[in-house]
């Protein structure tokens, strides 16, 4: 499934002179051949790639310069004194150097250049063979037109002449593999763990990526560009039996990094999908401590089916380290809902009720009194405390209208545990699902993709996108750590919490603190044993801008300062709501206990913080933790350096002394 075969066709006959074409059938369509197959010639030399054995990096290094015109010669090996085992070793220009002076009478004239043009390869876990630099400018001029005889080449066609088997013509096959991240690979002797259980078999050949000419290339050269500049970059692609692309997918060190402290709660966009674009992006989301969107993977996606949603969950997941979301949230679909469920069996799944609530229009716009239907549906959907308040709504909004037989409206209804808000209060979302009418929700990628954003393009704005996006939490960090925010109550609540949340946290829990004062009459109902059930009241602005008087229910256990309200916005945004604070005010509790103050919404929640799957006991002969553990554990002294010019110049200095060390253990 991760192989790319680079498939020579020519018939070899009995002249010296041979000239093939290579098949790099992961990069782009050909168009001679309907754009069914993608173009023809061999991948560039980039660092990261990994080969089965020395003789295979050979023969693809050999490849490529027999396209490009040159030869190529093993300039230097490396080996262990006491095995004679090649550990590793440099693949030349064969004009690189100069020969030796000889002291014939007639030496043969200089034909080297000293082209600085080469590969260096190292072996890695033991068994597989990595480019680890690359040169690929030559001081000399190369042109595949020219038909020079190198030896190597030489050698590539005196192999394929003994595989020949007369009368047949001699095809040379070549076979690399795109880079795979160790994560991949660990313990699977270079291949992806994926079986074909795990959809290598499952997917349907027929359906793959639509790629437009030079969309392939941007988006190769994209990733080979990301794992030069940050080795903990992860991409994985899919092709079929005839080298079709059928799906991608990708992540950033940075977003690695990022799922290790934000993976309780994930979004799976697949509005591209959905609403057929150009680009059929599906993207990984997460929020931060700031309640900004984050981005945890993406992917393009060849057909929004079962199999290929499972190909895809099950590429980040890997990537992820195998430990998934508690929650996910996704649009209401029947291919997604099976996928979730196979690849994230113990995951909270629910639906994204912004996109169901965006259909309606859609979907009921045409029905006589659409606009009494949908202030009815709002009601039901966000006034309701109660799962019974709920039911009695949806049922005299079917009956009043005559719905009961519209199709749309019956499977909502059967499915309502997994998108009405009151049936999804025990559980936790981070802020990520709209609990009001008012609230909006943003696309991670809203205003850098539209419906006819092409694969190139795309790519050419992700990066902007993310730098932004980066930026932005860095001038929130910023501002969280060095501001002291406005306090407008005289609230013990305000002032406890001002010195921990992130700005944009207090902000919004600073509205729950105001919103105490707009509470009234509380009031005591009952009491069982410990817990004290209260009712507070509250003026709530309805439709129309009316003020309506709503009761809430709040349960308080006295031992432990245990406290529940029935609108449950501790579990849907993260921070007590204001009928809660009310309560534990009326009954003299000046802090609010720490069990409500949520560690992933404070300012140096990074920087305390180490991600929860780092551990101590780390396998230093796994190459999986070999990289991704001290990218891990390097992410607070990062946090730390950024708090101040003293802090920065400590981090690194630290950092410097750290990779002399390093440097010292190479030598």
Same mark, same amino acid.
């Given at each position: ?407 749309? *409206?019956? /499977? ?9 808000? !009151? =049936?999804? %209060?025990? +559980? #936790? ?57 406005? *306090?407008? /109550? ?9 010195? !921990? =949340?992130? %700005?944009? +946290? #207090? ?161």
């Amino acid at each position: 499934m991760e192989e790319v075969c680079l498939n020579s066709e020519p018939v070899f006959d009995e002249g010296n002179d041979y000239e093939f074409e290579e098949d790099c059938s992961a990069v782009e369509h050909d168009n001679e051949t309907s754009e069914r197959y993608l173009k023809k010639e061999p991948l560039p030399p980039t660092v990261g790639l990994e080969f089965d054995s020395f003789d295979e990096v050979y023969d693809f290094y050999n490849v490529y310069a027999k396209e490009q015109g040159f030869g190529i010669r093993v300039s230097n090996s490396w080996f262990r004194s006491k095995r004679k085992e090649r550990y590793r070793a440099k693949l030349s220009c064969s004009s690189a150097g100069f020969k030796k002076k000889s002291e014939a009478n007639n030496p043969r004239p200089e034909t080297r250049t000293g082209c600085p043009a080469m590969i260096v390869i190292r072996l890695v876990d033991s068994k597989r063979w990595r480019i680890v630099e690359v040169e690929l400018e030559h001081n000399h001029p190369v042109n595949p037109q020219i038909k020079r005889f190198y030896k190597s080449h030489k050698k590539m066609i005196i192999a394929a002449q003994k595989a020949q088997q007369p009368p047949e013509p001699v095809t040379e096959v070549h076979t690399i593999k795109l880079y795979r991240t160790a994560l991949m690979d660990a313990g699977s002797n270079g291949y992806s763990n994926f079986d074909k259980r795990e959809g290598a078999n499952l997917v349907d050949h027929s359906k793959h990526l639509e790629l437009k000419e030079g969309d392939a290339h941007a988006v190769y050269n994209y990733f080979c560009r990301m794992k030069l500049t940050s080795p903990n970059f992860f991409y994985l692609m899919d092709l079929d039996d005839d080298g079709r692309l059928r799906n991608v997918f990708w992540t950033d060190a940075r977003s690695r990094a990022a799922y290790g402290y934000f993976h309780d709660t994930v979004a799976i966009d697949t509005t591209c999908l959905t609403n057929k674009y150009e680009i059929p992006l599906i993207s990984f989301v997460g929020v931060n401590h700031h309640g900004q969107s984050i981005l945890l993977g993406c992917g393009f996606l060849g057909h929004d089916s079962v199999e290929y949603f499972v190909w895809i969950f099950r590429a980040w997941l890997k990537c992820m380290q195998g430990r998934p979301p508690q929650v996910i949230i996704t649009d209401q679909c029947k291919p997604l809902q099976s996928a979730v469920s196979e690849v994230f069996p113990e995951a909270h799944h629910c639906y994204c009720l912004s996109y169901i609530m965006q259909r309606v229009p859609e979907r009921l716009g045409g029905l006589k009194g659409f606009e009494a239907i949908k202030r009815q549906l709002n009601k039901s959907v966000y006034n309701s405390l109660k799962i019974a308040e709920f039911e009695t709504s949806w049922v005299e909004m079917i009956r009043q209208h005559g719905l009961g037989d519209n199709k749309w *409206l019956q /499977t909502l209804y059967e499915e309502r545990q997994r998108w009405v808000p !009151v =049936y999804l %209060k025990d +559980i #936790f979302f981070a802020g990520m699902i709209r609990i009001q009418e008012n609230e909006g929700s943003n696309a991670f990628f809203d205003g850098y993709v539209h419906k006819h954003t092409s694969f190139k393009e795309f790519v050419d704005k992700y990066d902007l996108a993310l730098h932004r996006k980066h930026l932005r939490e860095a001038m929130a960090d910023l501002e969280s750590r060095n501001s002291s925010f406005e *306090l407008r /109550t005289k609230c013990n609540f305000e002032v406890q919490l001002s010195k !921990v =949340y992130t %700005k944009e +946290i #207090f902000k919004k829990f600073q509205s729950e603190v105001e919103g105490v004062y707009l509470c009234f009459n509380t009031r005591q109902v009952s009491v069982n044993g410990p817990i004290v059930t209260y009712i507070v009241k509250e003026r709530v602005e309805v439709e129309g801008g009316e003020k309506e008087v709503k009761h809430f229910e709040v349960l308080y256990e006295t031992s432990q300062v245990d406290i529940r309200c029935i609108c449950s916005l501790f579990n849907y945004k993260g921070y007590l709501c204001r009928h809660a604070l009310n309560v534990l005010n009326y009954n003299g509790v000046e802090e609010i206990p720490a069990r409500y103050i949520l560690p992933r919404w404070s300012k140096d929640f990074k920087f305390k913080c180490f991600p929860d799957h780092v551990s101590s006991n780390i396998d230093v002969y796994n190459p999986i933790y070999r990289q991704i553990h001290p990218y891990k554990v390097a992410i607070p002294i990062v946090e730390g350096g950024a708090q101040s010019p003293d802090h920065y110049k400590i981090a690194l200095q630290e950092l410097e002394d750290l990779l002399n060390k390093l440097s010292l253990v190479d030598n």
